[in-house]
């Protein structure tokens, strides 16, 4: 893999302001929670069902079964469901059914849930608190956290594979498939988070080069996941190669601007606002958003990716394309 | 998943002494290893490619490059290569090509590195030495080692599915990454993990009680990913559903006889002679058959458990299975 430093510092001096303000056809914000309500209703559901309890009404093995509650418990009560929700949405958009893309919707949520494990981990980021409770190695201690994380990446995988049973075919699954693994490995998760911990202790000629390296760090450890989901919602629905992607460059843009508000709120909100530790990256050091261009800048920075996502959905039908053009404002103007 | 006491109580009742003595087909224990030599040159240069430091003699991105010598260190030296070589014989024995299972062997030998090193973790079983050196986690540190393991895993699906550009179809790659999958999940190594782990804090009624959870145990920490390295290597091949059965069933044996040969050495060698921490397992605690049944009883099982293996393979061709009986003869007599 090699880094994208040029890309990436093209893409941003091409995002500028638009008048086409295409999100005035989106709808109201109340209309757009209530429909993210119920989608997160299904997906909840499809996720209660993946990771059982009991196998026909059968405890399951003892150490299988505190696996699975610690799967359960970072897994089931939490989140937006944006990562699944903007599958499921994209599936639809090039023509499939919600259903089709149900458990490959599930498998990214389980990805980023097992993330999530791994970085709250006292050798990681040491945190405690995560969406308001205890954070999983604090309830079910490191050893079967690790065990947890690695459980639900490899349920992921099942998950998607099952996508056959749907009618999908192999093909369409593979590509799926490789689409996930990209986006967990060394092309992906791995590679932000790697850059997350040698951030820390990395010193950069000037702010350019600062900002170069905050940005390939967030493309790597958040929006390549985001990318991901949209893009495995839209092979599971049949989408051609040029819906693929031009919603995996809306998807980017979201991806980044979630960060870029996520670390805006870090430095703004406080640990009750968010149901996580705040202002804890101030503390570590850590580069963000906020740091390296101040907070202002970074809320402008982010309307503009919020203007350029919208622009990557042109074309799509303008009813169907409503909830993706909801969902960047949504996250742009997110309070926790 | 649930507990398979009674098929495993009932396999250990129906091994019995046998007096087809199939191994004497076995070709000399010299000549095997000379021939598992061949076979771990081949698979070391593929898992060599498999993970590079440059790209294009261009240098990798600072922290995915430490990530790649992390995942190298712990893969690329060591072992015997058991694992992949059984993937390799079992798609020639079927009918396959070497050439065609090779990246599925390497799936298979990254799977396990990426477990051995998080079995190595402070939080996990703490260890120091491996193969005569300082384990992953000394070198790299604990962070970058569990994002190693994680990349290990994500690579893994990536080399199966790499498959299909060597025309096998997308069916039979869908299939081996269904077994890969179920292998590190909670119905294989994540199970024999958590059971390793909550082993040690257990009381049981009695020896039999023991026993079976000491044997489910192994099933998942060390059969099932023997196991899928033979099913991948056959359904890679081409082969049979009831090749593809005798084959797991072999494996299955193999992988048992394979640990409790390393209890018994774990108990009876030295950390020199072992190329890791010896006499551990006595320490802490861990529940092992040496500890169980007594080291005699434990060989006696491991020679039973190689005759059952060899009963597996009646029916395929005499030449073509003479590695699977030597190397079922290897591990039975290994000394370390």
Redesign the interface.
């Known amino acids: 893999?090699?880094?994208r430093y040029s890309l990436i510092l093209s893409a941003m001096r091409l995002i500028r302001p638009s008048n086409r303000r295409l999100s005035s056809i989106a709808s109201s914000d109340s209309e757009f929670i209530s429909y993210m309500k119920n989608k997160a209703k299904s997906i909840n559901k499809a996720l209660d069902n993946s990771i059982p309890l009991c196998?026909?009404f059968?405890p399951?093995?003892?150490?299988?079964l505190?696996?699975?509650k610690a799967m359960r418990y970072t897994l089931l009560p939490g989140g937006k469901r944006v990562r699944p929700m903007l599958c499921l949405v994209a599936c639809e958009l090039v023509g499939g059914q919600e259903s089709t893309a149900m458990p490959a919707a599930c498998a990214v949520e389980m990805i980023h849930a097992a993330s999530l494990i791994?970085d709250d981990?006292p050798?990681?980021d040491d945190d405690s608190l995560r969406r308001g409770k205890p954070t999983n190695h604090k309830v079910f201690?490191?050893?079967?956290s690790?065990?947890a994380s690695?459980?639900l990446?490899?349920?992921a995988?099942?998950q998607t594979?099952a996508s056959?049973s749907l009618g999908v075919?192999?093909?369409r699954?593979?590509r799926a498939?490789?689409e996930m693994?990209?986006a967990?490995?060394?092309e992906g998760?791995?590679?932000g988070?790697?850059?997350d911990?040698?951030g820390e202790r990395m010193s950069f000629k000037n702010e350019d080069d600062e900002l170069r390296y905050l940005e390939?760090m967030h493309v790597h450890k958040t929006a390549v996941l985001v990318e991901a989901a949209a893009v495995v919602g839209a092979i599971m629905g049949g989408g051609s190669d040029e819906e693929i992607e031009r919603l995996k460059s809306y998807a980017r843009c979201v991806g980044l601007m979630f960060q870029v508000m996520d670390d805006v709120l870090d430095e703004t909100k406080s640990s009750e606002e968010l149901g996580k530790t705040a202002g804890k990256d101030l503390i570590t050091g850590k580069l963000t958003y906020p740091k390296v261009m101040g907070v202002d800048n970074a809320r402008e920075y982010a309307k503009r990716l919020n203007r350029e996502a919208q622009e990557h959905l042109q074309g799509f039908d303008s009813d169907k394309v409503v909830p993706l053009l909801s969902l960047a404002d949504y996250i742009v103007k997110r309070q926790n």
Chains 1, 2 share one sequence.
């Open positions: 893999m090699r880094p196998n026909n059968v399951l093995w003892e150490p299988v505190e696996v699975h791994l981990l050798c990681m201690g490191e050893k079967t690790i065990l690695n459980a990446r490899s349920l995988v099942k594979l056959t075919t192999s093909e699954v593979l498939v490789q693994a990209r967990v490995g060394t998760l791995v590679a988070q790697a850059a911990l040698a390939l």
